[in-house]
C-alpha cells in the first residue's frame, strides 16, 4: 500500500465524493450542503432517502449512464447530485438526459393528473465550460426555463445547477458564508493540513474526520488509491495535452511569423532593388516617365517611393 502524502482524500475522486456525501453515515453532510446550496429556494430539507441508480432509467443503456448520487428530500422532490472531473463533449446535454429519468420515475398508472414533483440535477465540475470563460468570478449557473422576453420563470421545477470550482478561488480569510466554506472545503480539503479555526464547527470537523486517510480500513485505502490513481492518471493526460496543444500553438505562431518575416524581407528587397535601378536610370537622364514604365510603375508610385 502506497503512502499518501495528503492527511485527507481528495473531494474529487469518486471514492472521495462518495466517501463524504454518498454513504448512510454521512448523510447530514449532504443535507447541509443541499441546504446551503439551495436556502433561498428550498428552505430547510429535513431528511433526505439514498435511492438506487440502477432504478433509473427505462433500458439497460440507461442504467448504466446514471453514476455519482441520487436521492429524495421528506417532500418526494428529487435531486440528482454529480462530480464530473474533465470536459465531456455534450456535457449538458447528459445532465438534461438525466432529468427525464426522475421525471419519467414519477408517472403513474389509471388516472395520474400529471403532478409532478421538483427535479434538481447538480454538477460539481472540475473544469471550466469554453462558453464560461469570458466570466472569471462567476461560479455559480443556476439554470430553468423561463420565457426569453420577459425572463419570468415558466417552470420552477425543474433546476440545473453547475458549480464550475476553478473559479472559486477565495481564501480561507476571504469566506463569507457558510456556503462558501463548503466550497472551499471540496476544492481544497487533500491540501490541507488541520482544521482552520473558522471551519470549527460540528458538521465540517465530521468533514476531516471522515476524511481522514489514517483512519481508513486497508480495504478503503485499497479503493482510494485506485481512486486516486484513475484521478491522477486523467489530470496527468489532460494537463499533458493542454501543455502539447500550447507547445504546438506557440512553435506554429513562430512558423508563421518567420514565414511572413522572410516574404516581408523578400518585398522589402525587391522594393529596394527597384529603387536603385530607378535612381541610376535617372541619374543618366532618363525622364521619369521613361523609368516608371521600365519598372511597371505609376509616376506617382515611382515618386512616392523616391521620397519615402
Given at each position: 500500500?502506497?503512502?499518501?502524502?495528503?492527511?485527507?482524500?481528495?473531494?474529487?475522486?469518486?471514492?472521495?465524493?462518495?466517501?463524504?456525501?454518498?454513504?448512510?453515515?454521512?448523510?447530514?453532510?449532504?443535507?447541509?450542503?443541499?441546504?446551503?446550496?439551495?436556502?433561498?429556494?428550498?428552505?430547510?430539507?429535513?431528511?433526505?432517502?439514498?435511492?438506487?441508480?440502477?432504478?433509473?432509467?427505462?433500458?439497460?443503456?440507461?442504467?448504466?449512464?446514471?453514476?455519482?448520487?441520487?436521492?429524495?428530500?421528506?417532500?418526494?422532490?428529487?435531486?440528482?447530485?454529480?462530480?464530473?472531473?474533465?470536459?465531456?463533449?455534450?456535457?449538458?446535454?447528459?445532465?438534461?438526459?438525466?432529468?427525464?429519468?426522475?421525471?419519467?420515475?414519477?408517472?403513474?398508472?389509471?388516472?395520474?393528473?400529471?403532478?409532478?414533483?421538483?427535479?434538481?440535477t447538480i454538477a460539481i465540475l472540475d473544469f471550466v465550460f469554453d462558453s464560461d470563460k469570458n466570466e472569471p468570478e462567476k461560479f455559480r449557473y443556476d439554470v430553468k426555463l423561463q420565457d426569453i422576453e420577459t425572463n419570468k420563470i415558466f417552470y420552477d421545477k425543474l433546476t440545473f445547477i453547475y458549480l464550475e470550482m476553478p473559479k472559486f478561488k477565495k481564501s480561507?480569510?476571504?469566506?463569507?458564508?457558510?456556503?462558501?466554506?463548503?466550497?472551499?472545503?471540496?476544492?481544497?480539503?487533500?491540501?490541507?493540513?488541520?482544521?482552520?479555526?473558522?471551519?470549527?464547527?460540528?458538521?465540517?470537523?465530521?468533514?476531516?474526520?471522515?476524511?481522514?486517510?489514517?483512519?481508513?480500513?486497508?480495504?478503503?485505502?485499497?479503493?482510494?488509491?485506485?481512486?486516486?490513481?484513475?484521478?491522477?492518471?486523467?489530470?496527468?493526460?489532460?494537463?499533458?495535452?493542454?501543455?502539447?496543444?500550447?507547445?504546438?500553438?506557440?512553435?506554429?505562431?513562430?512558423?508563421?511569423?518567420?514565414?511572413?518575416?522572410?516574404?516581408?524581407?523578400?518585398?522589402?528587397?525587391?522594393?529596394?532593388?527597384?529603387?536603385?535601378?530607378?535612381?541610376?536610370?535617372?541619374?543618366?537622364?532618363?525622364?521619369?516617365?521613361?523609368?516608371?514604365?521600365?519598372?511597371?510603375?505609376?509616376?506617382?508610385?515611382?515618386?512616392?517611393?523616391?521620397?519615402?
Amino acid at each position: 500500500m502506497a503512502e499518501f502524502i495528503e492527511k485527507y482524500i481528495n473531494p474529487f475522486t469518486d471514492f472521495g465524493f462518495k466517501k463524504l456525501f454518498g454513504e448512510e453515515l454521512n448523510k447530514d453532510l449532504l443535507l447541509d450542503f443541499l441546504n446551503e446550496l439551495l436556502r433561498e429556494e428550498q428552505g430547510q430539507i429535513k431528511d433526505l432517502t439514498y435511492l438506487k441508480t440502477e432504478h433509473l432509467g427505462l433500458t439497460e443503456s440507461d442504467r448504466k449512464a446514471i453514476f455519482d448520487l441520487y436521492c429524495e428530500n421528506e417532500r418526494g422532490e428529487k435531486f440528482i447530485v454529480e462530480l464530473q472531473k474533465s470536459k465531456q463533449n455534450f456535457f449538458k446535454d447528459r445532465t438534461v438526459y438525466y432529468s427525464t429519468f426522475p421525471i419519467r420515475e414519477q408517472a403513474k398508472r389509471a388516472d395520474w393528473n400529471f403532478e409532478l414533483k421538483a427535479v434538481y440535477t447538480i454538477a460539481i465540475l472540475d473544469f471550466v465550460f469554453d462558453s464560461d470563460k469570458n466570466e472569471p468570478e462567476k461560479f455559480r449557473y443556476d439554470v430553468k426555463l423561463q420565457d426569453i422576453e420577459t425572463n419570468k420563470i415558466f417552470y420552477d421545477k425543474l433546476t440545473f445547477i453547475y458549480l464550475e470550482m476553478p473559479k472559486f478561488k477565495k481564501s480561507i480569510d476571504e469566506l463569507a458564508t457558510r456556503f462558501e466554506k463548503w466550497l472551499y472545503l471540496i476544492r481544497n480539503l487533500n491540501q490541507l493540513e488541520r482544521i482552520p479555526e473558522s471551519l470549527r464547527e460540528r458538521i465540517f470537523e465530521k468533514v476531516f474526520e471522515t476524511a481522514e486517510i489514517a483512519k481508513f480500513t486497508p480495504e478503503q485505502i485499497l479503493s482510494y488509491e485506485d481512486s486516486l490513481k484513475y484521478y491522477r492518471d486523467l489530470k496527468n493526460s489532460l494537463d499533458t495535452a493542454r501543455e502539447e496543444g500550447e507547445a504546438e500553438g506557440i512553435i506554429k505562431g513562430e512558423q508563421i511569423g518567420i514565414a511572413k518575416g522572410e516574404q516581408l524581407g523578400i518585398v522589402k528587397g525587391k522594393l529596394e532593388g527597384k529603387l536603385e535601378v530607378a535612381r541610376n536610370m535617372l541619374s543618366i537622364g532618363l525622364s521619369l516617365e521613361v523609368v516608371a514604365q521600365a519598372l511597371e510603375l505609376t509616376e506617382e508610385e515611382l515618386k512616392k517611393w523616391l521620397n519615402s
